[in-house]
T-cell receptor, first 112, second 110 residues
Framework: DTAVSQTPKYLVTQMGNDKSIKCEQNLGHDTMYWYKQDSKKFLKIMFSYNNKELIINETVPNRFSPKSPDKAHLNLHINSLELGDSAVYFC???????????FGQGTRLTVV | LAKTTQPISMDSYEGQEVNITCSHNNIATNDYITWYQQFPSQGPRFIIQGYKTKVTNEVASLFIPADRKSSTLSLPRVSLSDTAVYYCLVKPRGYSTLTFGKGTMLLVSP
């Protein structure tokens, strides 16, 4: 019974396309995140949501738009994909802003 | 946010105790020290968190000296499955996001 699940696990798409990555957590957590891990393995925060409200938005191009339909879901929509968007995207959740984060398995996005 | 410095890699053998030290000279009063583990093709997994002195759980121990400018993650009797990247993070209380550094790649050999 996966706590934080992301779909799809792999995504290969062409430049210029629009794609979405879905994330769901069944832990009852209030806070959800999106992180990006690039080819050099650096993990960086992209967005943080608390109770469906955006609380942190790091310097991410506005082609990236998170959407939280409810507390259990935080989806990531990416417009006009670029080669540099290729990375592994991790969704995570935590009970609140002070507690440990649980990460999903990641979505490997490859833009060709 | 306080910057962390930890060794890029470490090697060990099965059954040994492994200690990974992290320095965080600019740690603030409200900062916690947190360690995560990441296996290839998986998301990071929380290991342990502490504020001062010593914290122990079923997986590891975390030693934090009085000045809190460094911390040591101790893994008792490692096995091959402990081969992973270990991240030391400094997390301010009330601040939700995690700032990951380069981590330490631990390789456990038979």
């Amino acid at each position: 019974d996966t706590a934080v699940s992301q779909t799809p696990k792999y995504l290969v798409t062409q430049m210029g396309n629009d794609k979405s990555i879905k994330c769901e957590q069944n832990l009852g957590h209030d806070t959800m995140y999106w992180y990006k891990q690039d080819s050099k393995k650096f993990l960086k925060i992209m967005f943080s949501y608390n109770n469906k409200e955006l609380i942190i938005n790091e310097t991410v191009p506005n082609r990236f738009s998170p959407k939280s339909p409810d507390k259990a879901h935080l989806n990531l929509h990416i417009n006009s994909l670029e080669l540099g968007d290729s990375a592994v995207y991790f969704c995570a959740s935590s009970q609140d802003i002070n507690t440990e984060a649980f990460f999903g398995q990641g979505t490997r996005l490859t833009v060709v | 946010l306080a910057k962390t410095t930890q060794p890029i890699s470490m090697d060990s053998y099965e059954g040994q105790e492994v200690n990974i030290t992290c320095s965080h000279n600019n740690i603030a009063t409200n900062d916690y020290i947190t360690w995560y583990q990441q296996f290839p093709s998986q998301g990071p997994r929380f290991i342990i968190q502490g504020y001062k002195t010593k914290v122990t759980n079923e997986v590891a121990s975390l030693f934090i000296p009085a000045d809190r400018k460094s911390s040591t993650l101790s893994l008792p009797r490692v096995s091959l499955s402990d081969t992973a990247v270990y991240y030391c993070l400094v997390k301010p209380r009330g601040y939700s996001t995690l700032t990951f550094g380069k981590g330490t790649m631990l390789l456990v050999s038979p």
